[in-house]
């Protein structure tokens, strides 16, 4: 199992980024994956989270609704974080991350993790 995410980077407050979480070794349509940040000196928290397909919901914390959007491509076997007006507390390292066995976002706790990716929101 191996998570590959990328797509971080500098932005201006309002601006936008898209993180791509590239899964390989198993097929993330069968399984709950999710999105979590950890921002300097604070825990990780998680951000948002998928279901596999063939439940098809998601899950996101009310620190960031209305403004991120998680999504999947089946075919390339990808999960997508969608992030809007970013904000200056946006700014974390965010980590995809899926535990390979539960479909659903209620009890997911990663046990396999990418290797993070830095997002710096600021003027």
């Known amino acids: 199992v191996q998570l590959q995410a990328s797509g971080g980077g500098l932005v201006q407050p309002g601006g936008s980024l898209r993180l791509s979480c590239a899964a390989s070794?198993?097929?993330?349509?069968?399984?709950?994956l999710g999105w979590w940040r950890q921002a300097p000196g604070k825990e990780r928290e998680r951000v948002s989270c998928i279901s596999s397909r063939s439940i098809g919901s998601t899950r996101y914390a009310d620190s960031v609704k209305g403004r991120f959007t998680i999504s999947r491509d089946n075919a390339k076997n990808t999960i997508y974080l969608q992030m809007n007006n970013l904000k200056p507390e946006d700014t974390a390292v965010y980590y995809c991350?899926?535990?390979?066995?539960?479909?659903?976002?209620?009890?997911?706790?990663?046990?396999?993790w990418g290797q993070g990716t830095l997002v710096t929101v600021s003027s």
């Open positions: 991350g899926t535990d390979v066995v539960v479909t659903t976002c209620k009890t997911l706790e990663a046990d396999f």
């Open positions: 070794g198993f097929s993330s349509d069968d399984y709950a």
